[in-house]
């Protein structure tokens, strides 16, 4: 599993996590503001991806799809955008995929925390309605910090045919071996949050028991 943590940029030291982070071997790190100041979190992704130049860097422009995340980056960046992947809320099962010249990693949420429940039979089906729409799948549990069902994960991966699959939501240092073989990449914040932004001592035991898995 590729761990990414999840930095919220409007409560925290941005470089002070990017830096914890770094320490501890993640595969990249994905900048999210939920009080949706898009001048805000345009900033944060300037000042990492200038800090921290070759290193992975994602975001999310929460509530918003991909096409709409790409013109948010482009009024700040123009075309030549600084970010290696764009986290999108949601992918529109019910639309033709919107054309984009986006050449970066598209994570797609599906059956997602906030959105209309999806029943487990149904799963299959959407994950094969969305492997072509995103290039990483991304799914959660039922709420923010709460853990995602294997049964669901399972199901999920069955309409994927092998395409990657993200989990976004209630994975710990306590239930990361649980999701041995299920997931391929891993977003995490309330999992490795402390009193004042990343527990550092949460990061590294996570790092240290996927590895062990």
């Known amino acids: ?18 830096d914890i982070a770094r320490q501890h071997d993640v595969a990249g790190v994905f900048l999210i503001d939920h009080d949706r100041d898009d001048a805000r979190l345009m900033a944060a992704v ?15 422009v929460i509530r918003r799809p991909l096409a709409a995340a790409i013109g948010v980056l482009e009024s700040a960046f123009g075309d030549d955008l600084p970010v290696d992947a764009i986290w999108a809320d949601f992918i529109d099962l019910d639309a033709p995929p919107a054309p984009t010249h986006w050449r970066g990693m598209h994570f797609g949420g599906v059956a997602f925390k906030h959105q209309p429940p999806v029943p487990l039979g149904d799963l ?27 049964v669901r994960l ?11 699959l993200a989990l976004a939501s209630g994975v710990t240092p306590d239930n990361i071996v ?7 990449h891993v977003l995490v914040a309330s999992g490795i ?6 527990d550092e001592h949460k990061l590294a035991t996570l790092m240290t ?3 062990d898995s």
């Open 46 to 60: 300037a000042a990492v991806t200038h800090a921290h130049p070759g290193f992975f860097v994602g975001v999310n």
């Open 124 to 150: 299959p089906s959407v994950g094969a309605a969305a492997r072509d729409r995103a290039d990483v799948v991304t799914t959660s549990g039922e709420g923010t910090g709460r853990a995602a069902d294997p």
């Open 193 to 198: 949050a402390g009193a004042e932004g990343m």
């Open 178 to 184: 649980d999701y041995r073989g299920l997931v391929d």
């Open 154 to 164: 399972r199901a999920l991966r069955e309409g994927l045919a092998g395409r990657p």
């Open 209 to 211: 028991k996927e590895g």
């Open 1 to 18: 599993m590729k761990i990414y943590p999840v930095i919220h940029v409007h409560e925290v030291d941005v470089h002070r996590e990017v």
